[in-house]
């Protein structure tokens, strides 16, 4: 599984079966070409964060992109991460093995599309069909070896209902590699998420259905709904959602690391995609990274205008293991 589950009548949500321990504590991996993350939370539904940690990975340890190999070192990663889950016995928690884990993964390794849907959502198997055949123009290997995950989502409008299905994944191979670090753990991953998906959520979460957050425009966003635009520093590269009321619209990843300074060098050509291209405007945007990342990027998108919301990685760490 990549993400979520198939949903029909609402947004894209997390799966509700994965995650849930007998000892309720809760496990999140954070994966990019800079650091690796472990935080574990405890309790069903609303999760207390109980322990946090991070490590620093050798330069080209690990490579974020759609094409394999992506793990050059893993030595020094699987060492940073048991150097984390003994920090975190340490600290008195991880005292049973988690049954599953959530693995956040830098949006470079994943792509996005979304499809008009007509008549009865889809099976299983048909919908994992429809899933990689909506990505095999996007992800550079044949589509059997895609592995995506998928919703169906409804969207009320002034003329009606209407269904898309939104498919998410990647190469299955880099999928698998990912998958191969925390097996040496001992450990199973139940999740494995873009960071942008997972700060999304996070966004939800923390602001509730009723807040906006500051308008790039100076419009009120209430009168449209939630129109966010997520940046994401996943440790090394950065990744962009733009969704409306929790349903994606536009996902990008970059190759090079964006400095804070440089987001703002990046907003304009956004801003004119989602205006000319979805026919919408951006009504918040919200930063995922550090506190050095991110409070120079807020720096840098004040000096042209657009106001900005900051969510500390560990929110979008936490809300990936919130069922």
């Given at each position: 599984m990549i993400g979520g589950k198939p949903v029909v009548g609402g947004r894209w949500e997390w799966s509700e079966n994965v995650g849930l321990f007998g000892s309720n504590e809760r496990v999140?991996?954070?994966?990019?070409?800079?650091?690796?993350?472990?935080?574990?939370?405890?309790?069903?539904?609303?999760?207390k964060q109980v322990f946090v940690g991070s490590r620093d990975l050798p330069d080209g340890a690990l490579r974020v992109g759609l094409r394999g190999p992506v793990v050059n070192d893993r030595d020094?990663?699987?060492?940073?991460l048991r150097e984390l889950v003994a920090e975190a016995k340490g600290a008195g928690v991880l005292r049973r093995t988690p049954e599953t884990v959530s693995l956040l993964v830098a949006d470079g390794a994943f792509k996005i599309?979304?499809?008009?849907?007509?008549g009865e959502a889809p099976g299983r198997a048909d919908g994992d069909r429809m899933a990689r055949w909506l990505l095999r123009e996007l992800v550079p290997v044949d589509?059997?070896?895609?592995?995506?995950?998928?919703?169906?989502?409804?969207?009320?409008?002034?003329?009606?209902?209407?269904?898309?299905?939104l498919s998410v994944g990647g190469v299955d191979a880099v999928m698998a590699e990912y998958e191969a670090l925390v097996a040496e753990l001992g450990w199973t991953v139940g999740r494995l998420v873009p960071w942008s998906?997972?700060?999304?959520?996070?966004r939800t979460q923390e602001s509730g259905a009723d807040q906006s957050g500051?308008?790039?425009?100076?419009?009120?966003a209430s009168e449209a709904g939630h129109r966010d635009l997520m940046l994401c520093d996943a440790d090394g590269t950065l990744g962009a959602l733009f969704h409306t009321d929790g349903?994606?619209?536009?996902?990008?990843?970059?190759?090079?690391?964006?400095?804070?300074?440089?987001?703002?060098?990046?907003?304009?050509?956004?801003?004119?995609?989602?205006?000319?291209?979805?026919e919408t405007s951006i009504s918040s945007v919200w930063l995922c990274g550090d506190s050095p990342w991110a409070e120079d990027a807020a720096r840098a998108c004040e000096s042209i205008q657009v106001a900005t919301r900051i969510l500390p990685p560990e929110a979008a760490l936490c809300a990936a293991i919130e069922g």
């Amino acid at each position: 599984m990549i993400g979520g589950k198939p949903v029909v009548g609402g947004r894209w949500e997390w799966s509700e079966n994965v995650g849930l321990f007998g000892s309720n504590e809760r496990v999140a991996i954070g994966l990019g070409a800079r650091r690796a993350r472990l935080l574990v939370g405890r309790g069903n539904g609303h999760v207390k964060q109980v322990f946090v940690g991070s490590r620093d990975l050798p330069d080209g340890a690990l490579r974020v992109g759609l094409r394999g190999p992506v793990v050059n070192d893993r030595d020094r990663v699987v060492g940073a991460l048991r150097e984390l889950v003994a920090e975190a016995k340490g600290a008195g928690v991880l005292r049973r093995t988690p049954e599953t884990v959530s693995l956040l993964v830098a949006d470079g390794a994943f792509k996005i599309a979304v499809a008009p849907l007509e008549g009865e959502a889809p099976g299983r198997a048909d919908g994992d069909r429809m899933a990689r055949w909506l990505l095999r123009e996007l992800v550079p290997v044949d589509e059997s070896e895609i592995r995506a995950d998928w919703s169906v989502l409804e969207v009320a409008g002034q003329e009606g209902a209407s269904a898309s299905m939104l498919s998410v994944g990647g190469v299955d191979a880099v999928m698998a590699e990912y998958e191969a670090l925390v097996a040496e753990l001992g450990w199973t991953v139940g999740r494995l998420v873009p960071w942008s998906f997972a700060a999304a959520a996070a966004r939800t979460q923390e602001s509730g259905a009723d807040q906006s957050g500051a308008g790039d425009s100076g419009a009120d966003a209430s009168e449209a709904g939630h129109r966010d635009l997520m940046l994401c520093d996943a440790d090394g590269t950065l990744g962009a959602l733009f969704h409306t009321d929790g349903v994606p619209r536009l996902h990008r990843a970059w190759r090079a690391p964006v400095s804070g300074a440089g987001v703002a060098e990046e907003l304009p050509a956004l801003r004119r995609y989602v205006n000319d291209h979805l026919e919408t405007s951006i009504s918040s945007v919200w930063l995922c990274g550090d506190s050095p990342w991110a409070e120079d990027a807020a720096r840098a998108c004040e000096s042209i205008q657009v106001a900005t919301r900051i969510l500390p990685p560990e929110a979008a760490l936490c809300a990936a293991i919130e069922g």
